[in-house]
């Protein structure tokens, strides 16, 4: 896919620039599904691949990335776990703007719960060993794991992740989107809907192309204004919260990144320097979001280097 088409596919209400497509991987023959919660009649769901009942492995949750408004637990990355030594779990969420940032955070929270309480019994893993990754905005809630989950998870790997949401890049009109084909009101709204979403299609996409197109996604995936609310903020922005108890992090972020900024990366690599955190931040010279453009061979360098620097903290 051609730059061009990758945008025209985006303006058409899909995902794809938010999560492109080498990311997924072809969903593993042995999964298991459990919803971890309900909520007024909604099931939100986890997929666990790789588990063995002869064999305690350590785990690694990922969380999907989508701008919280669009994805789902479905088709996880293949290079968190290449060889098969980890329980793989993905975990959805509800999504935005039907439910806004609070509860979404309880969700993440309870699905940790759930792993703990219940994941050593019906999936053998060992929860004293658990690393969370994400991308873009499931980087967002990854790092936010860090400072929400207790027990704190043993490693984080952000994927062009950020740790604030008050900045003028989410909360003002992108140069970057107002480029790309014009979203209605009406369309936007008529692609979400009032109930509770937690699997989200890609025609949501829309949705998200008008927040950037006006500068409104932290008030419509909140419910507050960070220009007059600023203060609010604070428990949602991990860059605010990092401290010497924060676990080891891998921020991986593309210079070229056109959806969320480098210097969200750049900021949380200086927030965890200050405390002395243990962690790598992996700059990619040229990178689009999520590494869009990147090569395979250089790709599959990176995650290389951010999983061995995990294992050397986790085991």
């Given at each position: ?55 305690r492995k350590p785990v690694i949750v990922h969380?999907?990335g989508g701008a919280l408004i669009i994805g ?244």
């Amino acid at each position: 896919m051609n730059r061009h088409e990758f945008l025209k596919t985006m303006a058409g209400g899909a995902a794809s620039l938010l999560v492109p497509g080498w990311m997924w991987s072809d969903e593993p023959d042995e999964v298991k599904t459990f919803t971890y919660k309900t909520v007024s009649g909604c099931e939100i769901k986890l997929d666990a691949f790789g588990s063995d009942p002869k064999v305690r492995k350590p785990v690694i949750v990922h969380i999907h990335g989508g701008a919280l408004i669009i994805g789902s637990r479905k088709n996880p990355p293949q290079w968190l776990n290449p060889h098969g030594d980890h329980v793989l779990i993905s975990i959805d969420y509800r999504l935005a703007p039907e439910t806004k940032l609070p509860a979404i955070i309880e969700d993440v929270q309870d699905a940790f719960r759930w792993i703990h309480k219940k994941g050593p019994r019906l999936l053998n893993i060992d929860a004293g060993k658990l690393v969370v990754a994400g991308g873009s905005a499931g980087g967002y809630l990854t790092l936010m794991t860090g400072l929400c989950v207790k027990p704190r998870p043993k490693a984080l790997i952000a994927v062009s992740g950020y740790g604030d949401l008050t900045g003028p890049w989410y909360g003002r009109p992108s140069a970057f989107y107002l480029q790309q084909r014009h979203v209605s009101k009406e369309d936007a709204y008529a692609s979400v809907g009032t109930g509770c979403v937690s699997e989200g299609a890609g025609s949501r996409g829309k949705f998200y192309l008008y927040c950037r197109q006006n500068g409104i996604w932290p008030q419509e995936v909140t419910g507050h204004n960070p220009d007059t609310e600023s203060k609010w903020f604070d428990r949602y922005c991990p860059v605010r919260n990092v401290s010497s108890k924060y676990p080891p992090t891998v921020l991986i972020h593309g210079t070229a990144d056109t959806d969320v900024p480098y210097e969200e990366s750049d900021a949380m690599d200086k927030a965890l320097s200050h405390f002395k955190v243990p962690h790598k931040f992996i700059s990619v010279p040229g990178g689009g979001h999520v590494l869009y453009g990147v090569g395979e061979s250089e790709r599959t360098r990176i995650y290389e280097e951010a999983l061995a620097f995990v294992k050397e903290r986790v085991g």
